[in-house]
């Protein structure tokens, strides 16, 4: 690779001297989801949250919204992509396929955003309810 190994091309593929360092992340991510996975399947109670109210709401319905987005984003993805290339065999002057593809792959992203804000909103929900059970308890 030579010189390209100190750009952000080096980063990518794990040049400079950093070996697994940028795969460290998605490791760790799959590890979680793949304990979330397990939790969910072991319990179906392991979905469960409290009603939620005010922001909290806003918060969990934008993050539905979003989850469902990425969704639809994946699956337009695996039918566009074929498609595209019927349709165009050759690169074209103007580039279309390579940004028809990137646009949908930068819209699959937001699948990730929603489903943080999702988990969030969960999480606000718990926080919610055991404040109010402390403080019906120590009235």
Do not use: C, K, N
């Not at 040049?15 to 760790?28: D, E, K, N, Q, T």
């Not at 304990?35 to 072991?42: A, D, G």
């Amino acid at each position: 690779m030579g010189i390209a190994e100190t750009s952000w091309l080096g980063l990518v593929v794990g040049g400079v001297g950093l070996g697994l360092v940028p795969s460290f992340a998605p490791m760790i991510f799959m590890a979680v989801a793949a304990f979330r996975i397990f939790q969910i399947v072991r319990s179906s109670r392991a979905l469960e949250a409290p009603r939620a109210t005010g922001l909290v709401r806003i918060l969990r319905w934008l993050g539905l919204l979003l989850l469902y987005g990425g969704a639809l984003s994946a699956v337009v993805t695996w039918v566009v992509q074929p498609l595209m290339h019927w349709w165009v065999p050759t690169r074209t002057d103007s580039g279309v396929e390579f940004f028809m593809e990137f646009y949908l792959y930068m819209v699959g992203g937001v699948g990730l955003a929603g489903l943080g804000l999702f988990e969030f909103s969960r999480l606000l929900s718990f926080e919610r309810q055991a404040r109010l059970e402390v403080t019906s308890v120590s009235s």
